[in-house]
């Protein structure tokens, strides 16, 4: 059984990065951009970043521009908005496809593990996914959840 750990993605500057980075952290997976209605969530997700981070806590950014454009930067100019507007420290990936056939392998294992309001399709920009600190996925949220709101999973896990 695939567990976050045997996952490979790209960072910003387009090099392999292993997410076994993270064995032993509960982490959060994010799909962003910087041009949506949820976008002000970057904000609460730093603020969670900011608490639990030295508990073993940590998230995942993943830009996709596959909900209408709205993230259609450069991923330098993305990394530079998030930093600028909303202060994030938390690591940062190159674009990623979260549907459809070029889905990233990584996102088509957690739509398998945990489905959402639409089945094992990503609804929309910051769809959140949960990992224990075994890689495995405990708890999916959907775009609409808060930052705030998922307060009490973190600390289940941590």
Known sequence: ????????????????????????KVTLIVNT?????FTPQY????????LYHEKGFEILDFPCNQFK???????SDINQFCQLN?????HRFNKIKVNGKETHPLYQWLKN???????KVIEWNFAKFLVDRNGNV?????????????????????
């Open 43 to 50: 904000e609460g997700l730093q603020t969670l970043y900011d």
């Open 138 to 158: 405990v708890e999916r949220f959907s775009s609409k959840t808060e930052p705030k709101s998922m307060v009490d999973a973190i600390e289940k896990y941590l």
């Open 86 to 90: 909303y202060n994030t420290s938390f």
């Open 113 to 119: 593990e945990k489905k959402g309001p639409f089945g």
């Open 1 to 24: 059984m695939p567990k976050l750990s045997d996952f490979t993605v790209k960072t910003i500057t387009d090099e392999d990065f292993s997410l076994s980075e993270f064995d032993g």
């Open 69 to 75: 454009q709205q993230a259609s930067e450069d991923i």
């Open 33 to 37: 951009a910087t041009k949506c209605g």
